[in-house]
């Protein structure tokens, strides 16, 4: 036992709490040194060792560089929500897909609106948030905080929603077969629909008619209705009931989420609802979520992993972590991090076989890497610092 003296008080520690003392401080703060850092997965990696949030984002990396490289290959669920198209983030979210670093998508309308939107050859703009918003109604352009959109090609995209729901057999689709069906209709290699249709990766959208592409839905019920016609619609039950399955039928999974709302509570909800098939998954084996709502207003998009395994959603022995940063500037660290350090390599898809609403199986396919060229020009740039 030693005894220490601090303004000439007497300060006793037990040998138990020395041992114990040094436990807590093994771990220093790492200064963050830009002159050893190259490239972005060297960065988040430093971000690891200092401290606040950027701590957070570094682990946020880590724990999706074990969602990647467990061997028992869980199915990682992307869950994305927020302006994310018009804070510049499609060709990031485009990659993820590319790359398989992640097997199935939960999505926002306005995400996969403003996908198509671009997808059909328009753009945002820069703008400001102090703009004269009268102005702009006048002239038809939308604000989305600090950036433009053009409302007349809104409107064309509608038409264009509209238009293609013509082609569809009048019948119930899941969004998941119907955002299929319509990322083969695009032709835009930095799309997000097209590239997941490309790959047959799944794409759900649960509130997809709070959005433009319902808009343009609601055109062509109209369409249909005065014309006395059937029309198709969209089974949102039938997306429970399919994601679901893929929950169940996983060795095990793993959740991202990008700030929070709809899709955040339909991919927890997935395992909550694996009782309907008599299984009890445990909850998602890994987790991280980048957002910029907090916990103490009660609301889902701020609400803790660590709440999230009360209701079963998160395993107790997940592996989990959450960055408080805003995701235009957080997800392309996580992101960029995972692909520099080429954790995608000799990574295999699933192939998910689907019989209308029934998985009739998930397989594995082929390997990422046969496919992805830009991988090779990512490892390039970041050797070549």
Excluded at 139 to 167: G, M, N, P, Q, S
């Amino acid at each position: 036992m030693k005894m220490e003296e601090k303004f000439g008080l007497k300060v006793e520690l037990s040998e138990s709490q020395r041992k114990r003392k040094a436990e807590l401080l093994s771990a220093p703060v790492e200064a963050v040194d830009l002159t050893k850092v190259h490239g972005i997965s060297e960065l988040v990696k430093a971000y690891g060792d200092s401290s606040i949030q950027a701590r957070n984002i570094g682990k946020c990396a880590e724990v999706y560089e074990n969602m990647l490289l467990d061997k028992a290959r869980p199915t990682i669920l992307l869950g994305v929500a927020g302006p994310l198209i018009a804070g510049g983030l499609r060709k990031v979210l485009r990659d993820m897909i590319e790359f398989g670093i992640v097997d199935v998508v939960v999505s926002t309308g306005a995400i996969l609106y403003q996908d198509l939107y671009q997808a059909r050859g328009y753009k945002h703009y820069k703008g400001t948030p102090e703009a004269d918003d009268t102005e702009l109604r006048d002239l038809l352009i939308d604000r989305i905080y600090d950036t433009y959109v053009d409302e007349e090609k809104f409107w064309e995209c509608d038409t264009f929603v509209a238009k293609f729901a013509e082609k569809l057999e009048p019948k119930p689709y899941s969004s998941r077969e119907f955002l299929y069906l319509l990322g083969k209709e695009l032709k835009d290699e930095n799309s997000i629909l097209h590239t997941a249709a490309k790959h047959s990766i799944p794409v759900f959208s649960p509130a997809l008619n709070d959005s433009s592409i319902g808009i343009g839905l609601t055109q062509y019920y109209h369409w249909r209705k005065m014309n006395g016609k059937k029309h198709m619609i969209i089974d949102a039950i039938r997306d429970n009931y399919e994601l679901t399955q893929i929950v169940v039928k996983s060795k095990k999974t793993a959740a991202i989420y990008i700030a929070g709302g709809v899709p955040k509570n339909f991919i927890n909800d997935a395992v909550v609802m694996a009782y309907v098939f008599n299984v009890d998954t445990g909850g998602h084996t890994y987790a991280f979520q980048l957002t910029t709502d907090v916990p103490h207003w009660g609301g889902l998009s701020g609400s803790t992993l660590k709440e999230a395994t009360s209701w079963g959603k998160i395993s107790k022995k997940a592996t989990r972590a959450t960055a408080y940063v805003e995701p235009t500037v957080s997800l392309p660290l996580v992101v960029g991090s995972v692909l520099q350090a080429e954790y995608w390599k000799d990574r295999k898809r699933f192939v998910f076989d689907w019989d209308n609403d029934v998985l009739k199986s998930v397989e594995m396919g082929s390997l990422v890497s046969s496919k992805g060229q830009n991988c090779v020009d990512i490892h390039a740039k970041n050797n070549a610092h």
